[in-house]
């Protein structure tokens, strides 16, 4: 079975710096998705960016960006220049290649503090 | 377009009354997901339906929950009787990719059973 854990609960940074929210998995798998979803307050879960484990480049968009590291099972997620707008739960996320099910993590709480 | 929609939004029952929840996917996304997410914790699937077809309800507690998508558009999950521990934020997502595809989030149905 896979689980994907996030062990920071809750974390806070001022606006416009820069933090490091952190995954790992565990899997057998050799071929997977990996994700990062955003649940604002009281709003929907929106995708904030997806990774596909044969790619070794890592994912960007925009003022997100990971860092997968596929041997030690890690995919972080970095916000730059964060904002306001950035406050929410965080969750990490983990699909194998023709499996549909989602496993997610437990959540990271990120403020921004203006 | 329009996304995901819920309703209620909001339910406050006693105990062992039934409660009942509805979905309306995005319009041409054949894949339906009911999630559910306890306090703090990431989303768990229930049910996941192709079409009108019910392909993973291996995590659905049976005995008291039931789920129908009629026509392979709108979904119903229901609840009979409702119990304590049932307390928690019932999310509905949608993708057109079931394998690795985004998933796209309603913004749940928060369920109180007192």
């Known amino acids: 079975a896979q689980t994907v854990t996030q062990s920071q609960p809750e974390m806070s940074v001022q606006e416009a710096e820069t933090v490091t929210l952190s995954c790992t998995y565990d899997?057998?798998?050799?071929?997977?998705?990996l994700f990062w979803y955003k649940q604002p307050p009281s709003r929907q879960m929106i995708l904030v960016i997806r990774?596909?484990?044969?790619?070794?480049q890592n994912a960007t968009e925009n003022r997100f960006s990971v860092n997968f590291q596929k041997a030690a099972k890690s995919f972080s997620l970095k916000i730059s220049d964060s904002q306001l707008g950035d406050t929410a739960m965080y969750f990490c996320a983990f699909t194998p290649f023709g499996n549909e099910k989602l496993t997610f993590g437990t959540g990271t709480r990120l403020t921004i503090i203006p | 377009e329009a996304g995901v929609v819920q309703s209620p939004r909001y339910k406050i029952i006693e105990k062992k009354q039934p409660v009942a929840f509805w979905c309306n996917p995005i319009s041409g996304h054949n894949t339906l997901y009911w999630y559910l997410q306890n306090l703090g914790q990431g989303p768990e699937l229930l049910i996941r339906?192709?079409?009108?077809?019910?392909?993973?309800d291996s995590q659905l507690p049976k005995d008291r929950f039931s789920a129908e998508r009629l026509k392979g558009v709108d979904s119903t999950l229901k609840i009979q009787p409702a119990e304590l521990g049932d307390s928690a934020v019932y999310l509905c997502a949608s993708s057109l990719d079931p394998y690795g595809g985004e998933l796209f989030f309603g913004e749940g149905s928060r369920l109180t059973v007192l």
């Open positions: 339906y192709e079409n009108e077809e019910a392909v993973d």
């Open positions: 899997t057998s798998e050799s071929n997977y998705y």
């Open positions: 990774q596909e484990a044969y790619k070794q």
